[in-house]
């Protein structure tokens, strides 16, 4: 790793008017809220910057304001703020769970919501120093020709492998985005393009301001497959949620570390009282595995991240039940 | 860029004209010559270089020195106090939880913010809170038996 960062000029607005404001004025520049994945790829030299817009002073940015039964979280919010919430543990278990599984403590008292559902996608040929990407001829993600794990393909390949965004998409979360031009509201599931190169349907200029959550109760969990129990992306996770709508269960499923953006599956077959558990999660197995799609992004082979992927998801769908 | 940024350092108030691009890592060893605080990997994934960062551990080495402008920054030379070491330095040594000691600094931070949230942690939340911190030396059950000892010296000196 290089021993310094290269220059840039830091703007520290203190309100989201002002950050978009400062982005008008400097339309190359990067918005940065923890920084705990962005610093260490700038310092890997995987973008160039002159202005990083410091999203960590804008006030009331880290906000959790409770609508009725609706909890919007503001996206600055730490994770370690979001593991200290009750209310988030008791309702949405899932999100707790992948929080508490984000890098280490130290992380996460940087790291933020929006930073999180925001990562940057990451591959085997891409998270590398300078020297080895350029004797690699570089990549489709970043100055090359050709996608190192598809070389066929016409797209970038590298994996979104952010530990929320498939809890919050479990609990049919939605995102606020904000930009000159006023504010949008989507499903968590449309933030996201299934493109390694260009995974955010971020506009430029466009900041992710909150989260909202709705009142719907489920009960939810999330496992990831990795190779440390700390600081590591998953090379797979899941999150899971369980409903009881007329007596039968329902489950949604989101993945990571599969896709080049978090997969939502909405398994819409009831298991009821009088169902074949063995042959019910028999069939979700196989339907998850179809639904994935792992790449060579890491060195743990795709085939075995699809088959781990979709026996984890059934082993926290069984413990849901 | 460079801007003043006012930072109370182990108790001491400091301002300073600090780059944009300065991370606190080099901030810390460089310009106030607190050498503590280790250089590791250098990109947020073996916790030497942790520090608290008003009162919680933050990693010096992915933080930029600007963006803790008001904060109170606290090191290992912070920990000892008038010559004397701290319950954590005496139990490190004293349990041999330390052993090249490259990490010691990172592992005593990180310790010192999770006894004060929690001064009675079980094995499991000992090592959830260091879970960020690695030791290529002792195999860490020196190290978690450290923390244990210097949270019951604490528990028996209050």
Known sequence: ?321 | MKRIVSLNINGKPVEDAIADNLLLIEYLRETRRLTGTKQGCDGGECGACTVLINGRPRLACITLASTCDGAKIETIEGQGEGGRLSALQRAFHENLGTQCGFCTPGMIMASEGLLRQNPDPDDAEIKAALGGNICRCTGYVKIIKSVRAAAQQSAGAA
């Open chain 1, 1 to 321: 790793m290089s021993a310094n960062l290269p220059e840039f000029n830091l703007v520290k607005p203190s309100s989201i008017a002002e950050a978009l404001a400062a982005f008008r004025d400097q339309p190359h520049a990067k918005f940065c809220a923890g920084g705990t994945d962005l610093i260490p790829n700038m310092r890997h030299g995987l973008f160039e910057v002159e202005t990083l817009i410091d999203l960590g002073q804008i006030v009331g940015f880290d906000a959790v304001t409770i609508n009725g039964a609706d909890i919007e979280l503001g996206a600055g919010i730490s994770l370690s703020k979001l593991v200290g919430r009750a209310d988030i543990r008791e309702r949405f278990p899932a999100i707790v769970k992948a929080c508490e599984k984000v890098a280490g403590l130290s992380h996460r008292e940087a790291a933020t919501l929006g930073g999180n559902l925001c990562l940057e996608t990451r591959c085997l040929y891409y998270n590398q120093s300078e020297w080895w990407r350029k004797s690699n001829d570089y990549c489709l993600k970043y100055q090359g020709d050709i996608c190192h794990v598809a070389p066929r393909g016409n797209r970038c390949r590298a994996a979104f492998c952010g530990d929320l965004a498939p809890a919050f998409m479990v609990h049919r979360a939605e995102v606020e985005l904000v930009s000159l031009n006023g504010a949008r509201r989507l499903p968590l599931a449309d933030l996201y393009v299934e493109d390694g190169a260009a995974h955010l349907a971020l506009q430029p200029g466009e900041i992710l301001a909150s989260v909202h959550l709705p009142a719907a109760r489920a009960r939810s969990t999330y496992g990831k497959i990795c190779q440390r129990g700390a600081i590591d992306f998953p090379q797979a996770g899941v999150a899971v949620s369980c409903r009881k709508e007329a007596g039968v269960l329902q489950f949604e499923l989101a993945f990571t570390g599969t896709n080049s953006k978090p997969i939502l599956l909405e398994y819409r077959e009831p298991l009821g009282p009088k169902t074949d558990a063995d042959s019910y999660f028999e069939a979700l197995e196989k339907q998850v595995q179809k639904s994935v799609s792992p790449q060579r992004t890491t060195t743990t082979a795709p085939h075995y991240r699809r088959l781990a992927v979709a026996a984890l998801a059934v082993r926290l769908a069984r413990g849901l039940v």
